[in-house]
C-alpha cells in the first residue's frame, strides 16, 4: 500500500461525483468539487518549491486543502493551532524552518511581527482539478509534523508519515464501515494530529466531514443537538467531552443516525459504559482507541462490552493488525505484571524533529512512558505514566513546561503544577504557587496565558507558604492539598437569594467547590473553556436563555450572571 493510495482514492470519489458533499463547516457546506479545486490551486503554489510548509489557519477548509496539495507535491506539512502564544510561534517558526506558510486570516494576524510572508488560503480557491493529477502521484513521503508540549516549554515537534496514516484509515475504515456517504464528526483542532483522522478518514471513503465552530466544542444537550442536526454517524471525542452528554436528557431514541462512538486521548470509566449501554445497549458501538502521537494515531482499540462496564480498569484493547504491544518489566517483556508499554509498528517511525530519540529505542518501536499490564487474553490495560506528563480535556500536558512558565514570572518563588480529580470529576490542571502578596491570580493567568498554549494552562491557582517537598527534595504532589479545602468565601460576599443562589449551586457542582462567592470569576476559579461552554448549556437550560460569550466574558461572576440572566428571562 502506497503512501499516496489517501490521494487516489479521494480523487475517485472526487471523480465519481463532484457534487457531493466533502466538507460541512457552520459557514457553508462544501462539494467534492469546490474542495478539489481549492487544493489544485494551493498545489500549483507549492509545487517549484522545497521543504516544509506551515499551515496556519483556523478554518478547517484550507487545512484539508493544503495538506493534500502538500501530499501531491512531496512537501512536508505542519498544522498547528492559530491559538498559539507569541513565544511558541518563534520556537516552532526557528525549529520547523518553513519554506512557505499558508494561512487564512486567523493565522496571518497571529504570525504579524515574524518575517514570513504567508499564502493566502482564500486565494487558491479556483485551481484547475485533474483527478489523474492526484493518483499515485511520484513523489516522496515527506509526511507530517505536529507539534506538542516539551518538558524545557520549548514545542516539541513529531514528524509521521502518510504510510503510517493510511495503515491506520485503513484500518478504521474497514472495521466500522466508513463508506460512500458515511458522516464523520470534526471535534478537533488543526493542531493535533487526531484532525488527520476526522478529515481523511471520510475524504478518502467517499463520506463527509462535520465541522463544529472552532474553539469549544459543543457539550452536553449542545452537543446532541449538534449531532443530531448533522447526522453524525461516527464520532470521535474524548471522554471528558462525551460525558457532557449525560447532562443532554438522552432517551433510548435519541442521536437516531449515531452508531459509533470512538474515544481517545483519556480514560474510559466503568461509569461511561454502564450509562451509555443503558440506554442504547449494543445498537451503538462504543470503542475505546489507545496510542501517542509519536506512533500516529490508534494502535489499539476495544469494542466496550458489558463486562467492562464492572472492570476496575477499562482494558485499551489488542493491536491493530501489523502492530505489537509489549509491557517492559527491567527491560523484558512480561505479561500480568506492571511495565512500561512499548508499540512495534509495520511501518518505520518518525521521530522527533530536532534529532532527540525520546523512547524511539528502534526505528519500528516507541516505548510511550506509559505504564501498562498485558492480560491473558492478550488485552492491554493502560495504568498511568512513569513521568511528569498528564492528559487534561484529552490533550497532552508536560507538566515540567507549565513550571517553567510560571516561574519566569519575578513574583513567582516556587511552583508545582498538577493534573487534581477531586471524587468523581475529570481532573483538572492546577498550579500550587508561592508567590509574593502583591502577585494576583489575574496577572498569574495572563502569564500563562502569554506562555502556554489553552490545553496547558492552568485552570486553578492555589497559594501556598511552601512547596511539600520529599526527603530528597523533590516535591511531593501527594502532599500537596485539593484545591476545594483551601477555598473559603467571606460572609459580605455570599450569594444573595434567588437566581444567585441558583447558579451558585451550579459553580460549586461544575467546578467541585464547596462554595463560591456572588463577586467570584468563573475563570479564575478553574472554570476552563470546556467548564464555561457546560455553564452556558445548563443556563440555557434551566432558564431558557441563551447568553453569548460576549455576555459571559464582560463579569463572568455569579452576580453579573444572575443580572444576565434576569434580564435575558424578562424579555
Given at each position: 500500500?502506497?503512501?499516496?493510495?489517501i490521494?487516489?482514492?479521494?480523487?475517485?470519489?472526487?471523480?465519481?461525483?463532484?457534487?457531493a458533499?466533502?466538507?460541512?463547516?457552520?459557514?457553508?457546506?462544501?462539494?467534492?468539487?469546490?474542495?478539489?479545486?481549492?487544493?489544485?490551486?494551493?498545489?500549483?503554489?507549492?509545487?517549484?518549491?522545497?521543504g516544509?510548509?506551515?499551515?496556519?489557519?483556523?478554518?478547517?477548509v484550507?487545512?484539508?486543502?493544503?495538506?493534500?496539495a502538500?501530499?501531491?507535491?512531496?512537501?512536508t506539512?505542519?498544522?498547528?493551532?492559530t491559538?498559539?502564544?507569541?513565544?511558541?510561534?518563534?520556537?516552532?517558526?526557528?525549529?520547523?524552518?518553513?519554506?512557505?506558510?499558508?494561512?487564512?486570516a486567523?493565522?496571518?494576524?497571529a504570525?504579524?511581527?515574524?518575517?514570513?510572508?504567508?499564502?493566502?488560503?482564500?486565494?487558491?480557491?479556483?485551481?484547475?482539478?485533474?483527478?489523474?493529477?492526484?493518483?499515485?502521484?511520484?513523489?516522496?513521503?515527506?509526511?507530517?509534523?505536529?507539534?506538542?508540549?516539551?518538558t524545557?516549554?520549548?514545542?516539541?515537534?513529531?514528524?509521521?508519515?502518510?504510510?503510517?496514516?493510511?495503515?491506520?484509515l485503513?484500518?478504521e475504515?474497514?472495521?466500522?464501515?466508513?463508506?460512500?456517504?458515511?458522516?464523520?464528526?470534526?471535534?478537533?483542532?488543526?493542531?493535533?494530529?487526531?484532525?488527520?483522522?476526522?478529515?481523511?478518514?471520510?475524504?478518502?471513503?467517499?463520506?463527509?466531514?462535520?465541522?463544529a465552530?472552532?474553539?469549544?466544542?459543543?457539550?452536553?444537550?449542545?452537543l446532541?443537538?449538534?449531532?443530531?442536526?448533522?447526522?453524525?454517524e461516527?464520532?470521535?471525542?474524548?471522554?471528558?467531552?462525551?460525558?457532557?452528554?449525560?447532562?443532554?436528557?438522552?432517551?433510548?431514541?435519541s442521536?437516531?443516525a449515531?452508531?459509533?462512538?470512538?474515544?481517545?486521548g483519556?480514560?474510559?470509566r466503568?461509569?461511561?459504559i454502564?450509562?451509555?449501554?443503558?440506554?442504547?445497549?449494543?445498537?451503538?458501538?462504543?470503542?475505546?482507541?489507545?496510542?501517542?502521537?509519536?506512533?500516529?494515531?490508534?494502535?489499539?482499540?476495544?469494542?466496550?462490552?458489558a463486562?467492562?462496564a464492572?472492570?476496575?480498569t477499562?482494558p485499551?484493547?489488542?493491536?491493530?493488525?501489523?502492530?505489537?504491544?509489549?509491557?517492559l518489566?527491567?527491560?523484558?517483556p512480561?505479561t500480568?505484571?506492571?511495565?512500561?508499554?512499548?508499540?512495534?509498528?509495520p511501518?518505520?517511525?518518525g521521530g522527533?524533529?530536532?534529532?532527540?530519540?525520546g523512547?524511539?529505542?528502534?526505528?519500528?518501536?516507541?516505548?510511550?512512558?506509559?505504564?501498562?499490564?498485558?492480560?491473558?487474553?492478550?488485552?492491554?490495560?493502560?495504568?498511568?505514566?512513569?513521568?511528569?506528563?498528564?492528559?487534561?480535556?484529552?490533550?497532552?500536558?508536560?507538566?515540567?513546561?507549565?513550571?517553567?512558565?510560571?516561574?519566569?514570572h519575578?513574583?513567582?518563588?516556587?511552583?508545582?503544577?498538577?493534573?487534581?480529580?477531586?471524587?468523581?470529576?475529570?481532573?483538572?490542571?492546577?498550579?500550587?504557587?508561592?508567590?509574593e502578596?502583591?502577585l494576583?491570580?489575574?496577572?498569574?493567568r495572563a502569564?500563562?496565558?502569554?506562555?502556554?498554549?489553552?490545553?496547558?494552562?492552568?485552570a486553578?491557582?492555589?497559594?501556598?507558604?511552601?512547596?511539600?517537598?520529599?526527603?530528597?527534595?523533590?516535591a511531593?504532589?501527594r502532599a500537596?492539598p485539593?484545591?476545594?479545602?483551601?477555598r473559603?468565601?467571606?460572609?459580605?460576599?455570599?450569594?444573595?437569594?434567588?437566581?444567585?443562589?441558583?447558579?451558585?449551586?451550579?459553580?460549586c457542582?461544575l467546578?467541585?467547590?464547596?462554595?463560591?462567592?456572588?463577586?467570584?470569576s468563573?475563570?479564575?476559579?478553574?472554570g476552563d473553556?470546556?467548564?464555561?461552554?457546560?455553564?452556558l448549556?445548563?443556563?440555557?437550560?434551566?432558564?431558557g436563555?441563551?447568553?453569548?460569550l460576549?455576555?459571559?466574558?464582560?463579569n463572568?461572576t455569579v452576580?453579573g450572571?444572575?443580572a444576565?440572566?434576569?434580564?435575558?428571562?424578562?424579555?
Amino acid at each position: 500500500m502506497s503512501h499516496t493510495t489517501i490521494l487516489r482514492r479521494w480523487a475517485d470519489h472526487v471523480e465519481k461525483d463532484p457534487g457531493a458533499l466533502a466538507i460541512a463547516t457552520p459557514e457553508r457546506p462544501w462539494t467534492r468539487r469546490e474542495l478539489a479545486r481549492h487544493a489544485a490551486g494551493l498545489r500549483e503554489r507549492l509545487a517549484d518549491g522545497e521543504g516544509p510548509v506551515l499551515i496556519a489557519c483556523a478554518d478547517p477548509v484550507p487545512v484539508v486543502a493544503a495538506l493534500l496539495a502538500c501530499a501531491a507535491v512531496g512537501r512536508t506539512f505542519a498544522p498547528v493551532d492559530t491559538r498559539q502564544p507569541a513565544a511558541r510561534w518563534t520556537a516552532l517558526l526557528e525549529d520547523l524552518a518553513p519554506t512557505a506558510v499558508v494561512a487564512d486570516a486567523t493565522g496571518r494576524a497571529a504570525l504579524a511581527g515574524h518575517a514570513v510572508r504567508p499564502i493566502d488560503a482564500g486565494q487558491a480557491e479556483h485551481g484547475a482539478w485533474h483527478a489523474d493529477d492526484w493518483r499515485d502521484p511520484d513523489v516522496p513521503d515527506a509526511g507530517y509534523v505536529y507539534f506538542t508540549s516539551g518538558t524545557t516549554g520549548r514545542p516539541k515537534g513529531i514528524r509521521g508519515s502518510l504510510a503510517a496514516v493510511e495503515h491506520f484509515l485503513d484500518w478504521e475504515s474497514a472495521e466500522f464501515a466508513v463508506t460512500d456517504g458515511t458522516r464523520v464528526s470534526l471535534l478537533t483542532s488543526p493542531g493535533f494530529d487526531a484532525f488527520l483522522r476526522d478529515t481523511l478518514l471520510p475524504l478518502r471513503a467517499g463520506g463527509s466531514v462535520h465541522a463544529a465552530a472552532p474553539g469549544t466544542p459543543p457539550v452536553a444537550a449542545g452537543l446532541a443537538a449538534w449531532l443530531e442536526a448533522e447526522r453524525i454517524e461516527i464520532l470521535h471525542c474524548v471522554p471528558t467531552v462525551f460525558r457532557t452528554l449525560r447532562a443532554a436528557g438522552l432517551t433510548a431514541g435519541s442521536l437516531p443516525a449515531l452508531r459509533t462512538v470512538l474515544l481517545a486521548g483519556e480514560a474510559v470509566r466503568p461509569a461511561d459504559i454502564a450509562w451509555w449501554r443503558a440506554l442504547f445497549g449494543d445498537r451503538k458501538d462504543l470503542v475505546n482507541l489507545y496510542g501517542p502521537s509519536e506512533t500516529t494515531m490508534t494502535k489499539v482499540f476495544r469494542r466496550l462490552r458489558a463486562e467492562d462496564a464492572d472492570a476496575g480498569t477499562v482494558p485499551a484493547g489488542l493491536p491493530l493488525p501489523g502492530v505489537e504491544i509489549r509491557v517492559l518489566a527491567a527491560g523484558r517483556p512480561v505479561t500480568g505484571t506492571i511495565g512500561e508499554i512499548e508499540i512495534r509498528t509495520p511501518f518505520p517511525l518518525g521521530g522527533y524533529l530536532d534529532g532527540r530519540t525520546g523512547g524511539f529505542a528502534e526505528p519500528h518501536a516507541y516505548r510511550t512512558g506509559d505504564l501498562g499490564r498485558l492480560r491473558e487474553d492478550g488485552a492491554l490495560e493502560v495504568l498511568g505514566r512513569r513521568d511528569q506528563q498528564v492528559k487534561v480535556n484529552g490533550v497532552r500536558v508536560e507538566l515540567g513546561e507549565v513550571e517553567d512558565v510560571l516561574r519566569r514570572h519575578p513574583g513567582v518563588r516556587d511552583v508545582c503544577a498538577a493534573a487534581v480529580a477531586e471524587g468523581d470529576a475529570d481532573p483538572v490542571l492546577c498550579a500550587y504557587v508561592v508567590a509574593e502578596d502583591a502577585l494576583t491570580d489575574e496577572e498569574l493567568r495572563a502569564h500563562a496565558d502569554a506562555g502556554l498554549l489553552p490545553g496547558s494552562r492552568p485552570a486553578v491557582f492555589v497559594r501556598l507558604a511552601a512547596i511539600p517537598r520529599t526527603l530528597n527534595g523533590k516535591a511531593d504532589r501527594r502532599a500537596l492539598p485539593v484545591p476545594s479545602a483551601a477555598r473559603r468565601v467571606e460572609a459580605d460576599d455570599r450569594p444573595r437569594d434567588g437566581v444567585e443562589a441558583e447558579i451558585a449551586s451550579l459553580w460549586c457542582e461544575l467546578l467541585h467547590l464547596p462554595a463560591v462567592g456572588r463577586q467570584d470569576s468563573f475563570t479564575l476559579l478553574g472554570g476552563d473553556s470546556l467548564a464555561i461552554a457546560r455553564l452556558l448549556d445548563r443556563l440555557r437550560s434551566r432558564y431558557g436563555t441563551d447568553l453569548p460569550l460576549r455576555v459571559f466574558a464582560e463579569n463572568p461572576t455569579v452576580a453579573g450572571l444572575a443580572a444576565a440572566v434576569s434580564a435575558g428571562s424578562s424579555r
